[in-house]
């Protein structure tokens, strides 16, 4: 089953990177805001079908407000983020600075999981850190907004991940799912009035695209971890490394240069360092980075993992 799992993992990131390729092509015309919006309206009825068959009891008011409020707006910041990165960036260098959300994770946690992390965790983290400090290379390239965008998405990404796993098992996953998609309808809704491009069929159709392989993504991803081990899942998000190098010369005349690669190289090192020593128990209790189910990125996709998620929350 883990090699079952492997490869389905493997597809799920093929399948989010295509899904990146289509968000890139559309950034060069639309504002990111209306690709999430439009994005999270074509995700809305395969996620509302998971949230009305949500057996719970109980009412929708948040055990935890604030902590559910600071997710929702993790989860709403993420995708816009991520996809301005895209459009200012090329791939591979916005996969390596993402490639940092497990050193963030780690980071997190102490304070806010109180977890415990060892040297050599810290280590790997500060390593990998500095491999982001390599592929941004602030004095010796012209940093934009989309560096600081793409550094916004990891840690929103991560701040979530966190978040999930701090109060998870309290909330419900329908508070969990309802919260940051109001948030973003509402968000994005207000955007669009100020950014709305009028918009062609075959554009409309690569919102569809973005909506659907996103979803189709987080079901494989949140499956592969159901049958196999996180510690042998977790590592093939680092595969999109590859498809960047590959979508981005065929679609962008993309070439990574030697420190994007050499950078990418050591945060992800340090990923699966950090990935191995949660597995083999170490220090860690709460296995934050082993516990991400999802890539924060897709509009749908935290929403459609919680829906699936069961055995981290007894709620549930």
């Given at each position: ?39 999270s309206?074509?995700?809305f ?72 992390v ?7 983290v ?97 499956y ?24 981005g ?68």
């Open positions: 089953m883990n090699f079952k799992a492997t490869l389905l993992a493997l597809l799920a990131f093929a399948l989010f990177s295509t899904h990146d390729v289509v968000a890139k092509l559309l950034g060069a015309t639309y504002s990111p805001f209306q690709i999430v919006f439009f994005a309206l074509f995700s009825p395969l996620v509302t079908i998971m949230l009305v068959r949500d057996p719970t009891q109980g009412n929708l008011r948040p055990v935890h407000p604030w902590w559910v409020a600071l997710r929702s707006l993790c989860v709403v910041v993420a995708p816009v983020a991520g996809f301005y990165a895209f459009t200012r960036l090329p791939l591979a260098q916005v996969y390596a600075i993402l490639f940092s959300s497990p050193l963030l994770i780690t980071l997190i946690s102490i304070p806010i999981l109180k977890e415990k060892g040297l050599w965790r810290m280590l790997a500060v390593l990998g850190l500095g491999g982001v400090l390599i592929v941004v290379r602030p004095g010796a390239t012209e940093l934009n907004l989309g560096h600081a965008a793409a550094i916004i998405t990891a840690l929103s990404t991560a701040f979530q991940s966190v978040i999930v796993r701090k109060i998870g098992r309290e909330e419900r996953r329908v508070v969990l799912m309802l919260y940051p998609l109001l948030g973003s309808v509402a968000l994005m809704s207000v955007a669009l009035t100020f950014v709305y491009q009028p918009m062609q069929l075959i554009d409309l159709g690569g919102m569809a695209f973005v909506s659907l392989f996103g979803f189709c993504a987080t079901l494989l991803l949140v592969a971890y159901t049958i196999g081990e996180a510690a042998l899942v977790a590592p093939m998000q680092y595969s999109q490394i590859i498809w960047a190098v590959i979508f010369m065929l679609f962008f005349g993309e070439s990574p240069d030697l420190p994007t690669m050499l950078g990418a190289a050591i945060i992800v090192a340090s990923g699966l360092f950090i990935i191995a020593r949660e597995a083999v128990g170490g220090t860690s209790e709460q296995t934050p980075v082993l516990r991400t189910r999802s890539r924060g990125i897709s509009p749908s996709s935290m929403r459609v993992s919680l829906a699936l998620k069961r055995s981290d929350n007894p709620r549930s």
